[in-house]
């Protein structure tokens, strides 16, 4: 199975930052890479896909980047909203793996 | 409103057996790959396995593999998650997920759209 490995798997930042967390694939997955956001005690919801394509009705301060094996989750500037834990998803082959999570807290 | 319920969660003893049920409303069931994501407690999340529209392809991660099956009614628009010889490491929340396949640069992508609020499921004894 890939192994998608995230980083960092926290970080402290103030409302109006910008923030940037990364994952690796074990392999080469092309650009077959989604995000999710998770806030506690909910479902997740899909941020992008595609490692770029901001899906329907997400803020556009959310970003997308990178192919193969490195890509980048940005928010240009972080919202009181925004403070949840992220996850990346490769699409490329079954199983299907998820990183390991990147906890993003109030400084 | 599209949404998905999940049903069937509980406490079972390990070696058990558990039948989660999931139920859409709002869209068309038919159109979709329908998949399965669990979360133990205080941990991330694990993708456990999906099916095709019309049920004849299925996958699973290593760990699940001949002891759950996921299967389907496209008459009910229910998809359902069969748990067999339970142990300990299954217990977790499972989340319903709608499946959108969007196809862009000569390639189909996943996109999990659509999550339900999660049953729980311990094993524990």
């Known amino acids: 199975a890939i192994q998608m490995t995230q980083s960092p798997s926290s970080l402290s930042a103030s409302v109006g930052d910008r923030v940037t967390i990364s994952c690796r694939a074990s392999?080469?997955?092309?650009?077959?890479l989604g995000w999710y956001q998770q806030k506690p005690g909910k479902a997740p919801k899909v941020l992008i896909y595609?490692?770029?394509t901001l899906q329907s009705g997400v803020p556009s301060r959310f970003s997308g980047s990178g192919s193969d094996t490195d890509f980048t989750l940005t928010i240009s500037s972080l919202q009181p909203e925004d403070f949840a834990t992220y996850y990346c998803?490769?699409?490329?082959?079954?199983?299907?793996?998820f990183g390991q999570g990147t906890r993003v807290e109030l400084k | 409103e599209v949404q998905l319920l999940e049903s069937g969660g509980g406490l079972v003893q390990p070696g058990g057996s558990l039948r989660l049920s999931c139920t859409a409303s709002?869209?068309?069931?038919?159109?979709?790959?329908m998949s399965w994501v669990r979360q133990a407690p205080g941990k991330g999340l694990e993708w456990v396995a999906n099916?095709?529209?019309?049920?004849?392809?299925?996958n699973y991660v290593d760990s699940v593999k001949g002891r759950f099956t996921i299967s389907r009614d496209n008459v009910r628009d229910s998809v359902y998650l069969q748990m067999n010889s339970l142990r300990t490491e299954d217990t977790a929340v499972y989340y319903c997920?709608?499946?959108?396949?969007?196809?862009?640069?000569?390639?189909?992508?996943?996109?999990?759209?659509?999550w339900g609020q999660g049953t729980m499921v311990t094993v524990s004894s």
């Open positions: 997920v709608r499946d959108v396949a969007h196809y862009s640069s000569d390639y189909w992508y996943d996109v999990y759209d659509i």
């Open positions: 099916i095709r529209n019309d049920g004849n392809l299925k």
């Open positions: 709002a869209f068309t069931f038919t159109n979709y790959w």
């Open positions: 998803l490769q699409d490329y082959n079954y199983p299907r793996t």
């Open positions: 392999q080469g997955i092309r650009n077959a």
């Open positions: 595609a490692a770029s």
